[in-house]
């Protein structure tokens, strides 16, 4: 519970836009913003204008009593929404796999690691910056993963790559993404030849990068370990 509290909190003091964060999770617990500020004795508007951007970042203290506090709700409410995350945390390894670096990387570095050619945003390789990747099973993932795991998947998204295995043009990777609530800071398309249009224009219209790279999985693992 410690870990899924600790991505939480990550997730959201990472992320460019925290209030945004802080709503997207408040409503995946499925807690009203006045019940909130109520468990944390603090003004609806507050919580409001944390969400909504007009008040300064949030600091580490006051994210830590906002995760504590959804988890004690929940809690208070049988803890249904923590077991699906954490049912989702054990099941996920046959669609995705995440993987998180000890360092953070430029996407100029992580290009350089995986022996990858940058395919759009080539403007973006200075200031783009890693903290992990996230291997998925393309076909599996667009076929068969169950509807929950989406929220298990895009939890992860926030300053990583995606890494998608198993595709034949990038065009519905790119689908996907464009979609999700959270998105990659990259998308690596592996063992591909030739991109699609769609999946440029959508990169291009999204300001995320597509990487292509040819080194085998095992490979790409070993030299990610950091």
């Known amino acids: 519970m410690n870990k899924l509290k600790a991505m939480m909190a990550g997730d959201i003091i990472l992320s460019e836009n925290p209030g945004e964060m802080m709503r997207k999770w ?8 006045s019940e909130l500020a109520d468990y944390l004795q603090v003004s609806p508007s507050t919580i409001s204008d944390y969400e909504s951007g007009r008040r300064a970042n949030p600091g580490i203290k006051v994210i830590k009593r906002f995760v504590d506090a959804l988890f004690e709700i929940d809690m208070k409410r049988g803890g249904k929404v923590i077991r699906r995350l954490l049912e989702g945390e054990t099941n996920y390894g046959e669609y995705f796999e995440v993987h998180e670096f ?19 945003n080539e403007d973006m390789v200075e200031e783009t910056k890693l903290y992990g990747y996230v291997l998925l099973h393309s076909i599996r993932v667009m076929l068969d993963m169950p509807e929950e795991l989406f929220k298990v998947l895009t939890m992860h998204a926030i300053d990583k790559a995606f890494i998608f295995l198993e595709v034949s043009t990038g065009r519905s990777p790119l689908v996907v993404v464009r979609i999700a609530e959270n998105k990659p800071k990259v998308v690596v398309l592996h063992d591909l030849d030739k991109v699609d249009e769609l999946a440029r224009k959508i990169s291009e219209r999204q300001r995320i990068p597509i ?3 040819k080194i085998s999985i095992e490979e790409l693992k070993k030299r990610l370990n950091l």
């Open 26 to 33: 408040r409503e995946i617990f499925e807690i009203y913003q």
């Open 102 to 120: 000890s360092v953070g990387l430029s996407l100029k570095e992580f290009a350089k690691i995986i022996d990858a050619k940058v395919v759009t």
């Open 211 to 213: 990487l292509t790279t």
